[in-house]
């Protein structure tokens, strides 16, 4: 009886540390490249496709939950015009049925801010701001504890508000989607 008591006991004791080797909880730091799509409605901009880069934070309050930061920037490019693309998105990341495992699945909503500048218009400057909401999803892969892999598609649907042009701000009101696909590395600082 003895024996299995302390089988058990040593058993709890195991399993915490093993689930805690890839944890999610905690700081994390996400540079990523980025390849992106981006459709504004009455206005002549189709579509436009390009890449750029990345940069989140996140703070993982338990292996289920956590809240993020990032900030993204692409150079797009259609109808023979090109745009700067920003967004920066403020919001929570769920990840499904924490394990042990390298992998990990999420799911992730957020508020976002937008501007895209026009980047070639000569001496007059062109750019479109305004709020959306975004939803995505991705897999996180662990190579060791500190460090691994990310990818994740992202899909922002809004309006801009505002047109600045040539230092003049203007209300408008002009539905877009943007579509980001990141690719990048996750770093958990402090992690051995």
Request: net charge negative; charged share 15%; aromatic share 10%.
């Amino acid at each position: 009886m003895i024996q299995r008591l302390a089988l058990c006991a040593a058993f709890l004791a195991i399993v915490p540390v093993a689930q805690a080797q890839f944890s999610t909880a905690g700081l994390s730091i996400r540079p990523h490249l980025i390849a992106a799509g981006w459709t504004v409605e009455d206005v002549d901009i189709d579509s436009a496709t390009g890449g750029g880069l990345g940069l989140g934070v996140s703070w993982g309050f338990s292996e289920l939950v956590a809240a993020y930061a990032e900030l993204s920037g692409v150079s797009v490019q259609g109808d023979g015009d090109m745009y700067g693309l920003a967004h920066f998105d403020l919001g929570a990341r769920f990840t499904f049925v924490p394990t042990r495992d390298r992998i990990k699945l999420f799911a992730n909503a957020a508020l976002s801010g937008r501007s895209a500048p026009e980047a070639d218009t000569g001496s007059q400057v062109l750019e479109l701001v305004g709020a959306g909401l975004t939803v995505g999803a991705g897999l996180e892969y662990r190579t060791s504890r500190p460090f691994g892999f990310q990818f994740d598609v992202q899909a922002t649907m809004g309006e801009y508000t505002d047109v600045n042009a040539a230092g003049f701000v203007r209300p408008i009101t002009v539905n877009s989607t943007s579509v980001r696909a990141n690719f990048g590395v996750v770093w958990y600082p402090g992690r051995n």
